[in-house]
């Protein structure tokens, strides 16, 4: 049987899945068409027992298909308003993937300016949720477009969500409850396990060698013993991912939709 | 009993410097005929507080902002609210910014009359840092754990849009999520709900009445105002007016944009707001947005 072609979304989506995988029954959520993707390719497939809410205000068990839904109806079976999230993100039972503007080597995040915070170059959001839902559960990170503008050398501009930073911690405050899972990117998955939480690289995409991540990180990497390629999409994966996503919204995520398996040449261009 | 008055009426209680909370989420249920209402008043140096949508950037626009409260200020499908950008970018704007969650507990905080309540939220952030009136609080009991201690958000004025009302003050919230504003209208002095609908007197069967979420006792006064969200969304009603945001948004890049807008969009009566965003008809038929 020859192998499916993918492309670089659809590994991307797959990836992202791994981050909720036995996590129980926590609200995942995926911010974004392709973190959201992956939040409901994993309990499609290998984690059922997830949440996971419409994106607006209601619970589903059977994941909503992203954009125009045509006949199709969504399932409720609860109700998880925006303040029932907050209460559910403070009782910490909730792993999101968000995409923050500024990650730096602590794991700390930016979505609230870059440049100079009372006259910022550039004001994006606010910091949002970010405070509350890295200091009470899990965050991933999506990144879909790896450079050191977004893995930022030193610190990140206005530290929005914490991080492993020991100077940002004061004496009596609870660090216990902040978890990192992963954070996905365009060349590479990561995670903060190494020694006192350094950053490594854990797998990496295929055609891109551990030289080039570094390159385009701002802070140093390790990376994990055998380190290999990111698990391809299966036949099976892709067919869920079509289903979940009817109008393929996937290959409009990515600048140019790349496919799954790069060269150097076009890694490097 | 009859709390009916005009958007004028409204505004004219307002005096400059108050603090104002503004209802509803980003680009949802915004109570925007009361905003446009502001924005034509003389009213000026304004504590806004509020998750932000478009009324945050207007205001900031015409001036009326002195400090903005704040988690975010977002149109949700316009991640971007170009005048509050514009007025944070000029370094003209005084904020404090607070976690989503942390910004609800000084709501709740003032709804129950309590100067603070203790959270995580903020903690190792640069929410402390550049919010140096947050203090920190050492939990009294064995576990001694230290923590933010988020001070009310007490309120001169709220401002809440609301699905159905009566002339009695009593309210319903019928859209799928009705947000924060039981505690916004809580934090009050005042509040003034707008209406799409005003009956005389609702009577509601048991399945309905659990639409309304705060008491007619915390409401100062309510203003008949159909259509009155536009351009953000009232669901069930109706949805947001993308091609109204998107204007809004792009007329930010001109050097006379916002005096454009204005001069459309808010210098004129809501009959002619309504005939000039393509008729009653049209935005009561705005297609909710899809998740």
């Known amino acids: 049987m020859s192998k499916p072609e993918f492309s670089l979304a659809e590994l991307m989506i797959v990836a992202a899945s791994e981050a909720w995988r036995n996590n129980g029954e926590w609200l995942a959520s995926g911010l974004g068409i392709i973190p959201r993707l992956g939040a409901s390719l994993a309990k499609v497939s290998h984690s059922p027992e997830l949440l996971m809410t419409d994106s607006e205000a209601f619970l589903v068990e059977e994941p909503v298909p992203v954009g125009p839904r045509g006949d199709y109806q969504p399932k409720y079976a609860g109700y998880m308003p925006f303040e029932r999230i907050f209460d559910c993100v403070w009782h910490g039972r909730r792993h999101a993937m968000v995409g923050p503007t500024q990650i730096d080597r602590w794991a700390q995040t930016n979505l609230s300016v870059v440049g100079d915070y009372h006259k910022p170059k550039v004001a994006m959001l606010g910091v949002r949720g970010l405070p509350g839902n890295s200091i009470n559960h899990r965050n991933s990170f999506f990144v879909p477009n790896h450079n050191s503008r977004v893995f930022v050398a030193g610190e990140v501009d206005m530290v929005s969500g914490v991080g492993f930073k020991p100077e940002r911690w004061g004496p009596g405050m609870r660090r216990d409850l902040m978890s990192i899972g992963v954070a996905v990117t365009d060349l590479c998955v990561m995670d903060w396990n190494g020694p006192d939480n350094a950053p490594r690289v854990v797998s990496l995409h295929p055609g891109v060698d551990f030289e080039l991540v570094q390159e385009r990180t701002g802070f140093p990497l390790l990376k994990v013993d055998n380190l290999g390629e990111t698990p391809h999409p299966t036949a099976e994966q892709l067919a869920a991912i079509a289903r979940l996503d009817p109008h393929n919204l996937r290959s409009k995520q990515l600048k140019g939709n790349p496919a799954g398996i790069r060269t150097a040449e076009e890694l490097r261009a | ?291």
């Not at chain 2, 958007?7 to 503004?22: E, K, N, P, S």
């Not at chain 2, 316009?78 to 370094?91: D, H, N, T, V």
């Not at chain 2, 001069?263 to 008729?279: I, M, P, Q």
């Open chain 2, 1 to 291: 009993m009859n709390k009916l008055m005009t958007a004028a009426d409204v505004v004219g209680q307002l005096r400059d410097g108050m603090t104002i909370g503004f209802g509803g989420w980003g680009p949802r249920r915004k109570p925007m005929a009361i905003v446009r209402e502001i924005l034509r008043s003389d009213v000026k140096d304004l504590t806004v507080v509020a998750y932000g949508g478009p009324e945050v950037g207007m205001l900031c626009a015409a001036g009326k902002v002195k400090k903005l409260i704040f988690g975010f200020a977002t149109m949700d499908a316009i991640p971007l609210e170009p005048y509050f950008r514009k007025a944070r970018q000029a370094g003209e704007l005084n904020v404090m910014e607070l976690d989503e969650g942390l910004f609800q507990w000084g709501l709740k905080a003032a709804a129950m009359r309590l100067p603070f309540l203790p959270a995580r939220a903020g903690l190792a952030t640069d929410v402390l840092t550049h919010n140096p009136e947050l203090r920190t609080i050492a939990s009294p009991y064995a576990d001694g754990e230290v923590l933010l201690a988020m001070p009310a958000l007490n309120l001169d004025v709220a401002f809440v849009h609301v699905n159905r009302a009566d002339r009695l003050g009593n309210t319903l919230i019928t859209g799928n999520d009705v947000y924060f504003d039981q505690h916004f209208a809580r934090a009050a002095e005042r509040c003034y709900v707008s209406a799409e609908e005003v009956e005389d007197k609702l009577e509601l069967d048991a399945e309905t009445a659990r639409f309304n979420t705060f008491e007619r006792s915390l409401v100062s006064g309510v203003v008949h105002a159909p259509l009155g969200a536009h351009p953000t969304a009232c669901g069930p009603a109706y949805g947001w007016d993308m091609q109204h945001l998107k204007a809004y948004s792009d007329s930010a890049a001109q050097d006379d944009g916002w005096q454009q807008y204005a001069e459309t969009h808010v210098n004129c009566s809501d009959a002619e707001y309504l005939e000039r965003n393509g008729g009653a008809e049209r935005i009561s038929q705005l297609p909710m947005p899809i998740f």
